[in-house]
Nanobody, 125 residues
């Protein structure tokens, strides 16, 4: 059975860093990404990485966050630096076995058919 499990969330001060991990099991996922949802707000795309290592980022996190993957471990990481209170949210790992060849698809929730339960990230000011 396919499963995604996030770890690494927590409480950090503004300007600090956190590294999220997402372990996948059950199958190989070509497309993996992160979304987040803050209280009272809609879910938003954060970052994605495909099977060949190409990465995609939301404008709000470019230059601060870095997504990477370890294919041997079927794990995706999100290194988050220079965190601000606006980054406070539940972060969800998302994945799909299909290969996506159009950039727009990486930014869409409907591209991803597998989701983790989420991990809370809280940034204090």
């Amino acid at each position: 059975q396919e499963q995604l499990v996030e770890s690494g969330g927590g409480l950090v001060q503004a300007g600090g860093s956190l590294r999220l991990s997402c372990g996948a099991s059950g199958r190989t996922f070509s497309t993996m990404g992160w979304f987040r949802q803050a209280p009272g707000k809609e879910s938003e795309f954060v970052a994605a990485i495909n099977w060949s290592g190409n990465t995609y980022y939301a404008d709000s996190v470019k230059g601060r966050f870095a997504i990477s993957r370890d294919n041997a471990m079927n794990t995706v990481y999100l290194q988050m630096n220079s965190l601000t209170p606006e980054d406070t949210a539940v972060y969800y790992c998302a994945a799909d076995p299909a290969r996506q060849y159009y950039t727009d698809y990486y930014f869409r929730r409907e591209t991803y058919n597998y989701w983790g339960p989420g991990t809370q990230v809280t940034v204090s000011s």
